[in-house]
């Protein structure tokens, strides 16, 4: 994919131009102190771009979806927008699900490398077993609630909030009924309350 093109060809860059400054300027291919402390440097900044999505700063498009396409191997499932960002549901090519934060600076798009998970709930009853994960990123205002999980039923969601809940993606599998539901909230820390059937989800 894109991103890992970007990533080797960024460590690959490092690796040849420290291979140029040991061996091509004499003072300092003939110090052992200045390699030393070069090679340190060389490693340091290799293993970052390593383990680090650098590459997010710099893929930028006009949609989501050019995003994700770029970023990611999956299928979009649901899209919410928030006012300085987006939340995309998708699914993985393992069929699992999954979410990404998009943050937006005017007309442009970009995946955002950390998010903060403010709360993990759940709620469960004889028709109904619920996960609700509620997200934002850290550059961010929007806040947005994913929920996941199995019915038997027709079940009612609400919040405190006044929310309007509706499923984005519903399928059967072995025998049973999956829904996900996601909707950008407005969170208020310590008083948000969301219920299944009228019982109150609670902290996992």
Known sequence: MFPTLIKCTAVFSILV??????????????SKSIKRMICVFTA????FL?????ENTILQADTPEKVFEYTTIGTIVAKEEGTDSCSLLYKTKTNAFSTMILTKNGDK?????????????????????LHFYIRRANT?????????GEITEEIQITDTEGTQFDIVHQETKDGKTHIYYMEKINYIPKEYKIFVNEAEATVE
């Open 109 to 129: 798009y970009k995946k955002h490398a950390t998010f903060t998970e403010t709360v993990n709930l759940s709620a469960s009853g004889d028709t109904y077993s």
């Open 50 to 54: 390593m383990f680090t999505p650098f």
């Open 17 to 30: 131009l420290h291979f140029l400054v040991t061996t091509k300027i004499k003072k300092i291919s003939e």
């Open 140 to 148: 961010s205002s929007d806040y947005y609630i994913l929920i996941g």
């Open 44 to 47: 340091v900044i290799t293993l």
